[in-house]
């Protein structure tokens, strides 16, 4: 396998809206008004800010004077040689990891296709377009909102949270709810609306010959002195339809000593998908423990498939030896536990909600989730909670929290709103998301439980939107976290804990005998303000795990005059 790193040398053209796929050999014949020189991760904004066009929306409140970027259309444009690209391969897979959010992609003028959701990765063979000299990959992208109409929005009876409660009227947007991209960046209490359009995460070619693995997915069936490993390869036969003979090949070692080997002999090969299945036994295992249990040590895992001439090889991952398991076994009569078991110890598990960690995600760099990751293990937590708002983070993120024993309760990115589950079309997109998801993350050593939502149960209890009635057959959302996300978890991570969504459990969510809390009412958004800042009211907390809760406290002035911007 040849794989083209196409991260740099970019270049992005701005034009009107209405500038549509038609448009794609008249803006790609044009020489002038380009941004050049581009890397990936790109965020439009990005090469604005650097060219002086816009300053930081972050800062002060320049959010208002780039607003106009939601209402254009962007088009990135890479040239590729064609002496990067394997002649011999069966297929030359274009993989584009992010695309936000509503996006057209040509190769060489010919459509490749639409894409609608920034949540999983576009991927096309671009093998039969490829031609002699240079290469042209162009891409049309839209912040996505101008496909939602009224008529969109009376389907879920215009029942979106936005911050119009909070004093907030130009944050939140309800065509957020039909658009799948980080819902936060239209704004939310927490942060301005900085409408996001971006290649936001990586960019590649892969040239493939006989047979590609697809996935790797590895489950800790026993933590102990000798440990005991399940580890699936799926691998993918190119041939659609001769079978073919290959060794696959599993190798996990720690610092450089090989502790578990396998190659399984003469396998033969389907055209299509085939599960290659092994159980490996680790002696002397050392367990991973979250942060402040104990020590957080990796093996390294290679798997690789030979099918004649040719070796694919899957990227060499980090895991941590380590079983997880949810508690809600009942106490008494009236309530449930509800405690995180890890390697048969209950954990008390401390720490924070995460949301992303800029308004403008694409520029948040690798140093800048090591830091923050450490700066949590240094606080003492033992947890973060990716909140169902933001985005499923890139890997540099989840490799922190490997490293620092960080464990993640893990929202899937639907929050504060009804969504449109009724409709096949939505149900297909959000599929691919939740598939991808699931067998990107299932196997990841931080990883303590998915979790369906953001308060999308219990904005139907706490009258939120009273004019909902839910039906089975139209829940509003709620299908996707109560009957689509346990498929994909049974599919493709079944030892991975699941709850429904934040809060949950009980007669209704935020109940304090089952499930779990977010904390609010009592405390932060108190009435009465001297509560609000009085810490002795938190000892007074019943519930049985609080996901979410706030606490004031003062920036430091360094920060706020870095904010002010003056």
Known sequence: MKRIDLNSNWSLKEAPLNYGKEMAGYLSGQEDGWYKGLKLPCDVHMPLIDAGVIKDPVLADY???????????????????????????????????????HADVFFNGAYLGHQASAFYPFKKDVKEFVRPGDNELLIRLTSGLETVSDADLAEIDHAVCTELGNGCADRGDQRRAFVRKPTYVYGWDWCPRIGTCAIAKNAYIDCLTSAVIRNVSVKTVEAAVNAKLSLTAEIELLDIIKTADADVKVKISKEDKTCAEITREDVLLCSGLNYVHFDLNIEDAELWWPNGMGGQPLYLIEVSVRCGENVN?????????????????????????????????????????????????????????????????????????????????????????????????????????????????????????????????????????????????????SGGFPQIRLRHEKQYGLYISNNMMPEYIRKNCPWVPYWNSSPYGGEEPNADNIGDVHHWHACMMNPDTALRIEPKEYDKVQARFVTEYGYPGPCPRESIERYCDG
């Open 63 to 101: 959010c208002y004077d780039s607003q106009w970027i939601e209402d254009r259309s962007w088009w990135f444009r890479k040239v590729i040689s064609n002496s990067e690209l394997d002649p011999d391969c069966d297929i030359a897979e274009l993989v584009i990891e992010s695309l936000d959010v």
């Open 313 to 461: 090889t899957w990227p060499a991952f980090k895991y941590g030896i380590r079983t997880i398991s949810l508690d809600t076994a009942r106490t008494d009569a009236k309530n449930r536990r509800f405690m995180l078991v890890v390697n048969g110890k209950h954990i008390f598990c401390k720490g924070a909600d995460w949301i992303p960690a800029d308004s403008i995600y694409a520029r948040v760099t690798p140093e800048k989730y090591e830091e923050l990751i450490l700066e949590a293990k240094n606080a003492n937590f033992n947890m973060l909670r990716i909140w169902g708002g933001g985005i499923y983070e890139r890997d540099e993120f989840y490799d922190a929290c490997d490293k620092y024993g960080i464990l993640l309760w893990h929202d899937m990115m639907f929050g504060c709103s009804t969504f449109p589950d009724h409709l096949e079309s939505y149900r297909d997109l959000v599929g691919r998301e939740l598939d991808y998801q699931t067998r990107r993350l299932g196997s990841r050593t931080c990883l303590a439980l998915f979790c369906g939502n953001n308060e999308d149960h219990w904005i139907f209890t």
